[in-house]
């Protein structure tokens, strides 16, 4: 990576001294950010995803039906969406530290308040504790995650996308692992033990990043998130967000049902099928950050023809009836792989292309402005984790997966294309404005924050 001196060491160079060459080594602040944020990605991660194997069976044993099941999921992203708006707001007045910290000691707190709710008496007192450890635990989430984004961004402002997708190898590894630990743990010790274990190793987290994560000031920015929304590119880039995201939670309610019922799998194989989906992302994520850092000019075509393919992985997973193509294992796995590795072509460019435009427009180069854009993709990605299991459940229960998949691969066309003009029709205005005031264009390597 091209990373830089500490942006906190002040500049005590003449003009008579010659220039340094630029420092290519990693200074210790940025080293003990790096850890402290690989650490929460994966430990929240894996948290968040030991729910799945286990959790619905419980719920229903416990006099829960499928849709209150699916609301308890679906409160977590609605609670997360709010919890990101406030705390990306407000990530100055409360502190990024204190709030990373804060969130990861509610969500451990929770994790392991969840893993009791077995001894609560059945029916409508169960399902109320589940609603309510659930949404605050989506709130603790949010804080860690906002902060997370915006501190990564802060300490790494010439290379954000490389520093974003090599934190996704550790986001993927807790949701890969997170599934396969809680259902063994399950298995062999019940209950109770997963959510202990994972839950006591999230509060080691606290103290860790207590001690390694460094402080930051700031002062707070008068600007919101509706002037932020004013652009129209950030609108449409928050709709391509947005059907990212709701293809993914699409997939995670839909997709173990009909590979069951249509290939006769057992759920073992298809939690190895999932990984399809994940190592791809995981693996070409910091790839496509360092290119999309290297060549800022390829982060607008990244995120068009990531989503296309994306598009295309969903048409073809079921594939669309109207195809007339027979359902496939093998091509189940292809598209699964097709469409982790778009997604990472579509979403790691993402935050520093609507940071840039922030910029562009006038906003704070400070903590302030970076804690609102990390609050606003974390609000968007709810929406979309809300919307696709809500709405392709829908489509899934009244017509079939292919359908919902395909109409899943329509929507997120329509965000590629609506991108894809936009900035067809930008380009030429831009030019003419680099020619006729001699400046360069924003996408090229200049410093993003300056302390």
């Known amino acids: 990576m091209d990373l830089h001196v500490d942006p906190q060491q002040p500049d005590n160079s003449t003009p008579n001294e010659p220039a340094e ?23 929240s991660m894996i948290c968040y995803s030991i729910l799945g194997p286990f959790f619905p069976n419980e719920a229903v044993k416990k006099g829960a039906s499928q849709t209150v099941v699916g609301l308890i999921f679906g409160c977590y992203a609605v609670c997360n969406l709010i919890g990101s708006l406030i705390m990306g707001r407000y990530i100055v007045q409360i502190g990024a530290k204190f709030m990373l910290v804060a969130g990861l000691f509610v969500s451990s707190g929770c994790t392991i308040l969840f893993g009791l709710l077995d001894r609560a008496p059945s029916g409508a007192t169960f399902i109320t504790l589940c609603f309510v450890v659930r949404s605050i635990d ?26 974003l997708g090599s934190l996704e190898i550790f986001t ?28 006591c190793v999230l509060l080691l987290m606290v103290p860790f990043n207590i001690y390694i994560l460094p402080n930051f000031d700031a002062d707070p920015s008068k600007d919101s998130f509706f002037r932020l929304l004013t652009r129209l590119k950030i609108i449409l880039i928050c709709f391509v967000i947005f059907t990212l995201s709701a293809g993914l939670g699409f997939l995670d309610a839909t997709l173990s049902i009909f590979a069951i019922e249509k290939f006769g799998l057992s759920p073992g194989y298809v939690g190895l099928i999932m990984l399809g989906l994940s190592l791809p992302y995981c693996l070409a994520s910091p790839l496509l950050g360092y290119v999309t850092d290297k060549f800022p000019a390829t982060r607008s075509w990244f995120m068009v023809l990531g989503g296309v393919a994306t598009a295309v992985g969903f048409c073809l997973i079921g594939p669309m009836p109207v195809l007339q193509i027979p359902s496939q294992l093998w091509l189940l796995v292809l598209m699964l792989g097709v469409i982790g590795f778009s997604l990472g072509m579509t979403a790691i460019p993402t935050f520093p292309e609507i940071l840039t435009c922030a910029y562009e427009q006038g906003f704070d180069e400070g903590l302030s402005t970076l804690g609102m854009v990390s609050g606003l993709f974390g609000a968007v990605w709810s929406m979309g984790m809300f919307y696709g299991p809500t709405v392709g459940g829908l489509i899934t229960q009244h017509l079939n997966f292919e359908w919902a998949a395909s109409v899943q691969g329509c929507l997120g066309c329509l965000a590629a294309l609506l991108l894809g003009v936009y900035y067809l029709c930008q380009r030429p205005q831009q030019q003419r404005v680099v020619q006729e005031n001699g400046i360069r264009h924003p996408d090229e390597r200049t410093p993003l924050l300056d302390e």
């Open 21 to 43: 060459p630029p420092q290519t080594r990693m200074s210790r602040q940025q080293i003990l950010t790096l850890i402290s944020m690989a650490s929460v990605n994966f430990s």
């Open 138 to 163: 989506a709130v603790g989430f949010a804080a860690a995650m906002t902060s997370s984004f915006a501190v990564s961004a802060k300490v790494f402002p010439n290379n954000i996308a490389t520093v």
């Open 172 to 199: 993927g590894l807790g949701l890969i692992l997170g599934p396969p630990i809680g259902g063994w743990f399950y298995q062999s010790f019940g209950y109770e033990v997963p959510f202990m274990l994972l839950g």
